[in-house]
Structure formats: structure tokens, C-alpha cells
């Protein structure tokens, strides 16, 4: 399989030598980490206000669920089309429109006054995240050129996106405890505010690609199959996996998916152009993010339950028992990924970072109903969260490595989207994996006259074995997601992680039908 580098190569365009670094690159950095912060903490940091928000405005238990799925399905559903807006209308110009929306959903959702108000500022959230996240990523790759700085910036863009979610915990944790639910929804707008100033300051924008044209057919296929895989696993715990709605949009998102790629080896201006996903370097990291978040969002839900409902933890306490796995991440990926990426090839830090992650969900399935949080969940946490660190970053390089500058908008809407529909399929297939295994054991060791003090033993003790099961399928997860990069990320040092052609170049390049052409001759 040739990759579009070296499809780029035999049609004699060759890699331009970067320009002079932009003075305010590293000022530039903070404004897409905040923006990148903002977006993954607010898959969390709801949560914990979730059960102050049902209470206030009488939710039912059916429906609470729909705070976070309206989220996830917009979210998750869009990037395709975020990340070609991106690149077809600029990137600063559809960040700094994501960061606007954002913050004006999140004054929405703050100020609701019933749960469809909430559950509609929610889904207007996760429209402008699939705008604002891949705007973020494809700016990264662009504003920095010298591969050692580059480094630096993906191990922070990285030890941002994997301990975001821990973040989120923490803060939801304080805002709920000491202000109020409201301002879980509340604080984005500051962040969002200063962000965009930042942007309108120090970023550059991009041109939009002369005669590009948005592929219609393909947003309808490609986003409306994700829509439906995303909203078909959020629905099949609270429905079932045999229920007729959720195996109906599971097999029609399938379908659909699968016109979609026919149809992108036919458009002419396709949405995702297919020597993106071609290329065996970038298919081994979205491969590899899909897996890893299907062991790790499951994790966190468990987790956070066993903490609060079988150890008794406060939200707040809660969050910063998080807060050394956050330490971990950040350690790991900014002070051996970004420090190894330009000298080891990709695969020398995934495998090895999978590996560990995986050896620390094993350590979790060590934890009972005793509170044993320094001796069992402590060290599990701390390995689980370095081995994250030593991973997130070379994915998230090795994915947008040696993407024209007009295509890195989908390729980092691409590896969002590995990363949400991996988290919705963890989320679900988990779950019903934990309550099967909850149910069975405490229907063998149910006996019969138990009174209620042995009734919660037993049920506490059911839940943990539950958590234990899907842990273990967690961490099945996680090396299969090692084997994903042993085997295709085959690559030396990521010395040109981003675009490896300029945008003078990237307009000769020939189009999709020659570069498929030249692949099928190989």
C-alpha cells in the first residue's frame, strides 16, 4: 500500500521547506489548548452535576440520559463535516466561530428552565465542538514547523486530551459542591471569551481551497451513518441490544457507512478523501485511538461509581482522586513522548504506553468493597494514566503526520471521530458487560430469609464484580489496540508531523482519481 506522501512523490511534488517560525507560536498553543480543554472536559464535568440538574428540573430517570447523549450523538455525528468546513472555509475563521457557539450553548444550557431547554443547548454544544475540535488539532499541525517543538506541542495537546476528562471530574466536583450545577455550563463562556481573543490575536488563518466545493452527498451518508452508530450504542443500555430501534440504526449506520465509501471513491470534491485513511501509518492510529477509548470511557464511568456509590466518596473527593492519574498523563506524555517522538519510531511509544495502560485496568480489577483506594486504586490509576500519556501523543502525531494542509481539517475530524465512536461503543458494549455479570452473580449468591444489611453486601459486592468483568474486557481492548500499532504503524521518527507538503503545492496535487489510479498500479 503506498501512502499519499508517496503518491505526492511520483507526481513530482516534493516537501517545501518550512517557513520562519511564528513568533507567537507558543501563545498561539495555550489559546488551542484552552479551546481543546473546554471541549473534552465538558464530556465530563456534566456528569457530576447531572443528578443536581435532574432533581431541579424534574427530569425522569429514562430521560436524564439524553444530557450527555445530546452531546455525544452532535458531537460525534459531525466532525466529518466540521473538519472539511474547516479546511474549505479556513481553520482560524471555523475555530473562532466553534468557540462563539460553544459559549453561547453553554449560556443556554446554564439558564435552562426545563429539561428540553437543557437537553437542546446540550446538542447545539456538540454542533460547535464538531466544528471547534478538528479546527484545533489541523491549527496545531500548521502553526509549528521545527519537528522538536512540534514534540513539545503534541505532548501538551496530548496530556491535555487525556486528562481532560479527569479535569472535568474536579472541576464539576467543585462547581457543584461550592456554586452551583448551572455553573458546570457556565464556566465555559469565560474560557471561550478568552480563547477567541487569543485566536482573533494570534493565529493565522488559512485560504479556503480555490474550487473546492462541500461533498453534499457524502455529509448526508457519512455523518447521518455516524449519527445513527453513535445514537444506536447510547440507546442499547437503557433499551437493550435486541430492541428494534437500536438494531435498526446500528445496521442502517452500517449501511449507510458503507455507501459512504463508495461514494468517496466517485465524488469528485469527496468529504474524506480515501488516501487519508488509506495510508497505513495514519489507519494504524485512528485503529489504535478507537480501541484505547473503548477500554477507557467504560473505565471512568465504573470507576467514578465505585468511588462515590461503594467507597461513599463526595463529588469533590471524587474528582481529585482522579488527579494523580491527570499528574501521570501529563508526565508521560510531555516528558518522555514529547521527548523520544523525533528520535523513536511511533510504534516504540504506543506499544509499550498501550501495554502499561492495559496492566493498570488489570490492577484495577484487584479493588473490592473494603476502601483500599492508596494500596489497589492508587498504583492502578498512576500506571494506567503514564502508559495513556506515553500513547495520546504519537497518535495524535503519527494521524496528522504528512497531511496537506488542505486536508488536515478532515484527517484531525477523522481521529475525533475514531475517539467518540470508540467512546460510545466502550460506553455501551461495557455496560452491558458489567450489568450481566452484576445480575448473575448476585442471583448464584443470593440466599434465600437475607435481611437488609445482607441484601447491600451482596449488592455491593455484585457491582464489583461486575466492574471487574468489564475491566478485564477493558483491558482486552487496550492490547488489541497494542497489536493495531505493533502491526501497522511501521514507521521511522515522526520528523514531519503535519502537513508535509505547503498550500502552493497542495493545489498542483492531482485529484483523487489519479492518486487512486497510481495506488491501484502498485
Same mark, same amino acid.
Request: glycine letters at 12%.
Given at each position: 500500500?503506498?501512502?499519499?506522501?508517496?503518491?505526492?512523490?511520483?507526481?513530482?511534488?516534493?516537501?517545501?521547506?518550512?517557513?520562519?517560525?511564528?513568533?507567537?507560536?507558543?501563545?498561539?498553543?495555550?489559546?488551542? %489548548?484552552?479551546?481543546?480543554?473546554?471541549v473534552?472536559?465538558?464530556?465530563?464535568?456534566?456528569?457530576i452535576?447531572?443528578?443536581s440538574?435532574?432533581?431541579?428540573?424534574?427530569?425522569?430517570?429514562?430521560?436524564?440520559?439524553?444530557?450527555?447523549?445530546?452531546?455525544?450523538?452532535?458531537?460525534?455525528?459531525?466532525?466529518?463535516?466540521?473538519?472539511?468546513?474547516a479546511d474549505?472555509?479556513?481553520?482560524?475563521?471555523?475555530?473562532?466561530?466553534g468557540?462563539i457557539g460553544f459559549?453561547?450553548?453553554?449560556?443556554?444550557?446554564?439558564?435552562a428552565?426545563?429539561?428540553?431547554m437543557?437537553?437542546?443547548?446540550?446538542?447545539?454544544q456538540?454542533?460547535f465542538?464538531?466544528?471547534?475540535?478538528?479546527?484545533?488539532?489541523?491549527?496545531?499541525?500548521?502553526t509549528?514547523?521545527?519537528?522538536?517543538e512540534r514534540?513539545?506541542?503534541?505532548?501538551?495537546?496530548?496530556?491535555?486530551?487525556g486528562g481532560?476528562?479527569a479535569?472535568?471530574?474536579?472541576?464539576?466536583?467543585?462547581?457543584?459542591?461550592?456554586?452551583?450545577?448551572?455553573w458546570?455550563?457556565?464556566?465555559?463562556?469565560?474560557?471561550?471569551?478568552v480563547?477567541? %481573543?487569543?485566536?482573533?490575536?494570534?493565529?493565522?488563518?488559512?485560504?479556503g481551497?480555490p474550487?473546492?466545493?462541500?461533498?453534499?452527498?457524502?455529509?448526508l451518508?457519512?455523518?447521518?451513518?455516524?449519527?445513527?452508530?453513535?445514537?444506536?450504542?447510547?440507546?442499547?443500555?437503557?433499551?437493550?441490544?435486541?430492541?428494534?430501534?437500536?438494531?435498526?440504526m446500528l445496521?442502517g449506520?452500517?449501511?449507510?457507512?458503507?455507501?459512504?465509501?463508495?461514494?468517496?471513491?466517485?465524488?469528485?470534491?469527496?468529504?474524506?478523501?480515501?488516501?487519508?485513511?488509506?495510508d497505513?501509518?495514519?489507519?494504524?492510529?485512528?485503529?489504535?485511538?478507537?480501541?484505547?477509548t473503548?477500554?477507557?470511557f467504560g473505565v471512568?464511568?465504573?470507576?467514578?461509581y465505585?468511588?462515590?456509590?461503594?467507597?461513599?466518596?463526595?463529588?469533590l473527593?471524587?474528582g481529585?482522586?482522579?488527579?494523580?492519574?491527570?499528574?501521570?498523563?501529563?508526565?508521560g506524555?510531555?516528558?518522555?513522548?514529547?521527548?523520544?517522538?523525533?528520535?523513536?519510531?511511533?510504534?516504540?511509544?504506543?506499544?509499550?504506553?498501550?501495554?502499561?495502560?492495559?496492566?493498570?485496568l488489570v490492577?484495577?480489577?484487584?479493588?473490592?468493597?473494603?476502601?483500599?483506594?492508596?494500596?489497589?486504586?492508587?498504583?492502578?490509576?498512576?500506571?494506567?494514566?503514564?502508559?495513556?500519556?506515553?500513547?495520546f501523543?504519537?497518535?495524535?502525531?503519527?494521524?496528522?503526520s504528512?497531511? %496537506?494542509?488542505?486536508?488536515?481539517?478532515?484527517?484531525s475530524?477523522?481521529?475525533?471521530?475514531?475517539?467518540?465512536?470508540?467512546?460510545?461503543?466502550?460506553?455501551?458494549?461495557?455496560?452491558?458487560i458489567?450489568?450481566?455479570?452484576?445480575?448473575?452473580?448476585?442471583k448464584?449468591?443470593?440466599?434465600?430469609g437475607?435481611?437488609?444489611?445482607?441484601q447491600?453486601?451482596?449488592?455491593?459486592?455484585s457491582?464489583?464484580?461486575?466492574f471487574?468483568?468489564?475491566?478485564?474486557?477493558?483491558?482486552?481492548?487496550?492490547?488489541?489496540?497494542?497489536?493495531? %500499532?505493533?502491526v501497522?504503524?511501521?514507521?521511522g521518527?515522526?520528523?514531519g508531523?503535519?502537513?508535509?507538503?505547503?498550500?502552493?503545492?497542495a493545489?498542483?496535487?492531482?485529484d483523487?482519481?489519479?492518486?487512486?489510479?497510481?495506488?491501484?498500479?502498485?
Amino acid at each position: 500500500m503506498r501512502s499519499d506522501h508517496g503518491a505526492m512523490s511520483d507526481q513530482g511534488i516534493r516537501p517545501t521547506q518550512p517557513d520562519e517560525p511564528d513568533p507567537n507560536r507558543w501563545w498561539a498553543l495555550v489559546v488551542i %489548548a484552552l479551546a481543546q480543554l473546554m471541549v473534552v472536559l465538558d464530556m465530563t464535568i456534566v456528569n457530576i452535576a447531572l443528578p443536581s440538574a435532574q432533581r431541579e428540573l424534574g427530569m425522569s430517570d429514562n430521560n436524564r440520559q439524553w444530557v450527555i447523549t445530546a452531546y455525544t450523538l452532535a458531537f460525534g455525528g459531525l466532525l466529518l463535516l466540521g473538519g472539511r468546513i474547516a479546511d474549505l472555509a479556513g481553520r482560524k475563521r471555523t475555530f473562532i466561530i466553534g468557540l462563539i457557539g460553544f459559549a453561547a450553548a453553554s449560556a443556554l444550557g446554564g439558564a435552562a428552565t426545563g429539561e428540553g431547554m437543557l437537553y437542546a443547548a446540550r446538542a447545539l454544544q456538540g454542533v460547535f465542538a464538531a466544528l471547534l475540535a478538528p479546527a484545533a488539532l489541523s491549527l496545531l499541525t500548521t502553526t509549528f514547523t521545527d519537528p522538536k517543538e512540534r514534540g513539545k506541542a503534541f505532548g501538551i495537546f496530548g496530556a491535555i486530551a487525556g486528562g481532560g476528562s479527569a479535569i472535568g471530574l474536579m472541576a464539576g466536583g467543585l462547581l457543584t459542591e461550592y456554586l452551583d450545577w448551572r455553573w458546570c455550563l457556565y464556566v465555559n463562556i469565560p474560557i471561550a471569551i478568552v480563547a477567541a %481573543a487569543g485566536a482573533l490575536r494570534l493565529l493565522h488563518d488559512s485560504p479556503g481551497r480555490p474550487g473546492a466545493r462541500l461533498d453534499v452527498p457524502g455529509v448526508l451518508l457519512g455523518c447521518g451513518g455516524l449519527l445513527a452508530i453513535v445514537f444506536g450504542f447510547s440507546e442499547a443500555e437503557p433499551r437493550g441490544w435486541d430492541d428494534g430501534l437500536v438494531l435498526g440504526m446500528l445496521i442502517g449506520g452500517v449501511v449507510l457507512l458503507a455507501l459512504f465509501t463508495f461514494w468517496m471513491t466517485r465524488a469528485r470534491h469527496p468529504l474524506l478523501p480515501l488516501h487519508i485513511v488509506k495510508d497505513r501509518q495514519r489507519a494504524g492510529a485512528f485503529l489504535a485511538m478507537g480501541l484505547t477509548t473503548i477500554g477507557m470511557f467504560g473505565v471512568f464511568l465504573f470507576l467514578t461509581y465505585y468511588l462515590q456509590g461503594v467507597l461513599g466518596y463526595s463529588p469533590l473527593k471524587t474528582g481529585f482522586a482522579y488527579l494523580p492519574m491527570t499528574a501521570m498523563i501529563i508526565i508521560g506524555s510531555t516528558q518522555v513522548s514529547a521527548r523520544l517522538l523525533d528520535r523513536l519510531p511511533p510504534r516504540a511509544l504506543m506499544v509499550p504506553g498501550l501495554l502499561l495502560a492495559s496492566l493498570g485496568l488489570v490492577l484495577l480489577t484487584r479493588i473490592g468493597v473494603e476502601p483500599a483506594y492508596a494500596s489497589r486504586v492508587l498504583p492502578a490509576i498512576m500506571i494506567l494514566g503514564f502508559g495513556m500519556g506515553c500513547t495520546f501523543m504519537p497518535v495524535f502525531a503519527t494521524a496528522t503526520s504528512g497531511v %496537506a494542509p488542505h486536508d488536515s481539517g478532515v484527517t484531525s475530524a477523522t481521529l475525533n471521530t475514531a475517539q467518540q465512536v470508540g467512546g460510545s461503543v466502550g460506553t455501551a458494549l461495557l455496560n452491558t458487560i458489567a450489568t450481566s455479570a452484576t445480575t448473575a452473580y448476585a442471583k448464584d449468591h443470593a440466599v434465600p430469609g437475607m435481611g437488609p444489611a445482607q441484601q447491600r453486601a451482596l449488592g455491593l459486592k455484585s457491582t464489583v464484580e461486575g466492574f471487574h468483568t468489564a475491566t478485564w474486557w477493558a483491558a482486552g481492548a487496550l492490547l488489541l489496540a497494542a497489536v493495531a %500499532a505493533a502491526v501497522l504503524v511501521n514507521g521511522g521518527p515522526v520528523h514531519g508531523t503535519g502537513p508535509a507538503v505547503s498550500d502552493a503545492a497542495a493545489d498542483a496535487e492531482p485529484d483523487d482519481a489519479a492518486v487512486r489510479s497510481g495506488s491501484e498500479s502498485d
